[in-house]
């Protein structure tokens, strides 16, 4: 697996935190190896498109790998995820990984981006993933998706209350929400009650003590709103 750099061009060795991710989220040997497949297409597309902050590749399978494969204790029985703004593959690429030789299971993996929509593709081929890619914007296929969907998420792509609108059409037909948070969840989630009737949970992050990453069983816009 190809080392990442630091911004001075000193190679980084990711194998011992690669270790301690996947003992503390114990997976198969199989999504191990997608997983590996999916962060070496990654390294390799980050050289000439910015998929993360060059800050975290460092800590790339905790900052980023093991923050997305949480949520799959979460929801451990979904099966058909959607995740808005996929971007670099977190968190739904990995959750394609590892839901992979789970039958029924599939992520649709929704970014506009036409460039980072071609890595997401190369990467879930190069991986094996149980995903589709779609090239476009989320309100636009919440809008259009016809099938059933069990789980939503999304990470770094906008504010609470513009993601429950995103996230709306799809838990109205029984879908739930996972959105990964960070320490301005109280404020974002105050703003999104002035508009969404909610049943939602914080749960405190693994990977980032002041991550949080709300849960939405349902919600339903306020007539006021």
Known sequence: ??????????????????????????????????????????????????????STLATLWTRHIADSLQLLSIAPSARVWVDFGSGGGFPGLVLACALADTPGALVHLVESNARKAAFL??????????????TRRAEVFGRTFKGQAD???????????????????LLERGAQALFLKGQDVDAELTEAAKYWNMDVTLIPSKTDSQGRIVHIRAAERRDSA
């Open 1 to 54: 697996m190809a080392a990442p750099q630091t911004p001075h061009g000193l190679a980084l060795d990711l194998s011992g935190e690669r270790g301690s991710v996947l003992e503390m989220n114990p997976v198969s040997r199989e999504t191990a190896g997608r997983l590996d497949r999916f962060v070496d297409t990654l390294l390799r597309w980050q050289r000439i498109t910015n998929l993360v902050a060059p």
């Open 151 to 169: 789980m939503v998420t999304a990470r770094a792509l906008a504010g609470l209350p513009e993601l429950v609108a995103l996230a709306a059409p």
């Open 121 to 134: 593709r190369q990467a879930v081929r190069a991986a094996g993933a149980a995903a589709i890619v779609h």
